[in-house]
Each structure stands twice: as structure tokens, then as C-alpha cells.
């Protein structure tokens, strides 16, 4: 069974500063997806950005960016200018390559907390 | 419709008591995932329909909870005598047929479960 796991409960950033998430995953599969999702307040569940296990380009979307590192089984976050809109809980997930109806794993999620 | 739907918002039982939980994916979409995210935040996959055939049921506790997608009905959770532990927010998420390598799982607003 895959697990992943995200070592930072809390994170604090300066407005406007650079954050970086951290995330680690374990699977013996070669193909897979990562993704953060982002969960403020409201609860509503929110894909910041996904990555492809086959590419090897980090995805960017946005303020947003990846570190993938697939040797290292790393996917961390990279938040640039961070702004008071993007308090708020961040998780980390992985889905098998299978098919169209694999769950998805989460890590117990990161805290993002906003300093003006 | 465009968004999942879940109703009710909120639930509130007395320990052993039945709760059932309702969701409308996304018009089109032909796969359906329960997740539960437990007052930690940590999420748990439950159960993933493709159209109204059971695909992964590995996260169901079987004794007590059971689900089903029929055709022309919403989809439904249902915990029969419900416990302490099973206060939560359960969330639905649908997504298509997958026309490329990915498929993006959308996701409802929750149904907040409180077991008394």
C-alpha cells in the first residue's frame, strides 16, 4: 500500500515571502499521480497542482510550483509571493496510474499560516 | 449539475443510530469516490463506484457501512448504528472518463457527520 507522508504540521510565511511544502510518498509503482490540494476554512477541497509520475518537468501553475524528485519519492510545494488568500491547509495526495476510479492517498496535511 | 452536491450539510445522531448521506456527481461523470477526513484532518478513502458497480472498497469498515450508485439516483453512504468515531466529514468526489492519462477528481462541499 502506498503511504505519504508530510513532516511539517505548521508552516508560517511572511506575505509576500516564498514557502515551501514538504512531501514524501512510498509505492513499489513506476506510474503514478501527485497532487496538492488546498482546504480553507470553508472545507472545500481545492487541486492547486498535479504532477505525472512519466514527466519529468516539474509542473508550475501559476505562483505555484513542484519539486518532484521521483528517486527520492519527494513532491514538495513551492509557493512564490505568498498572499493572504492562501492560508489554509495543504495536502499532499498520490493515485495510482490504473484506471479512472483509484483513490487517492492523502498525507495528515500542512498548515499554511499568512503573517501580513 | 456542474458541482457535486451533498446533503445534507450537517448530521447529528445519537450513538447507534442509522445516518445516510447522499451525493449528485457531476452530470456526465462516471465514477464516484467517498473520502472521510476525521477531526485531524487526516482523510481516508472509503469506496469508489464506476457508474453503479462497486471498483475499490478497500477503506469501507463492512460491518457498518455500506454504499450505493443506481442508475437515475443520487449516490449514498450509509452507516448503520453509527459510533463516536464515526463523527467526520464526508466528502464525495466525482470525475469522468478519462480521455487523456488523468482524470481530475472534483469534490463536493462535505456532509458534516456528529455523532453524539
Known amino acids: 500500500a502506498q503511504t505519504v507522508t508530510q513532516s511539517q504540521p505548521e508552516m508560517s510565511v511572511q506575505e509576500a515571502e516564498t514557502v515551501t511544502l514538504s512531501c514524501t510518498y512510498d509505492?513499489?509503482?513506476?506510474?503514478?499521480?501527485l497532487f496538492w490540494y488546498k482546504q480553507p476554512p470553508s472545507r472545500q477541497m481545492i487541486l492547486v497542482i498535479r504532477?505525472?509520475?512519466?514527466?519529468?518537468q516539474n509542473a508550475t501553475e501559476n505562483r505555484f510550483s513542484v519539486n518532484f524528485q521521483k528517486a527520492a519519492k519527494s513532491f514538495s510545494l513551492k509557493i512564490s509571493d505568498s498572499q493572504l488568500g492562501d492560508a489554509a491547509m495543504y495536502f499532499c495526495?498520490?493515485?495510482?496510474?490504473?484506471?479512472?476510479?483509484?483513490?487517492?492517498?492523502f498525507g495528515k496535511g500542512t498548515h499554511l499560516i499568512i503573517q501580513p | 449539475g456542474e458541482e457535486v452536491a451533498q446533503t445534507p450539510k450537517h448530521l447529528v445522531r445519537g450513538e447507534g443510530q442509522k445516518a445516510k448521506l447522499y451525493c449528485a456527481p457531476i452530470?456526465?461523470?462516471?465514477?464516484v469516490f467517498w473520502y472521510q477526513q476525521v477531526l485531524k484532518n487526516e482523510f481516508k478513502f472509503l469506496i469508489s463506484?464506476?457508474?453503479?458497480?462497486?471498483?475499490?472498497e478497500t477503506g469501507m469498515p463492512k460491518e457498518r457501512f455500506s454504499a450505493k450508485c443506481l442508475p437515475n439516483s443520487p449516490c449514498s453512504l450509509e452507516i448503520q448504528a453509527t459510533k463516536l468515531e464515526d463523527s467526520a466529514v464526508y466528502f464525495c468526489?466525482?470525475?469522468?472518463?478519462?480521455?487523456?492519462?488523468?482524470?481530475?477528481?472534483?469534490f463536493g462541499p462535505g456532509t458534516r457527520l456528529t455523532v453524539l
Open positions: 504532477q505525472e509520475a512519466y514527466k519529468q
Open positions: 452530470k456526465g461523470h462516471s465514477y
Open positions: 468526489a466525482s470525475s469522468q472518463v478519462p480521455s487523456g492519462p488523468y482524470n481530475e477528481q472534483f
Open positions: 495526495a498520490y493515485r495510482s496510474e490504473g484506471g479512472g476510479a483509484d483513490g487517492l492517498t
Open positions: 509505492t513499489s509503482e513506476s506510474d503514478y499521480y
Open positions: 463506484f464506476q457508474n453503479e458497480n462497486v471498483f475499490d
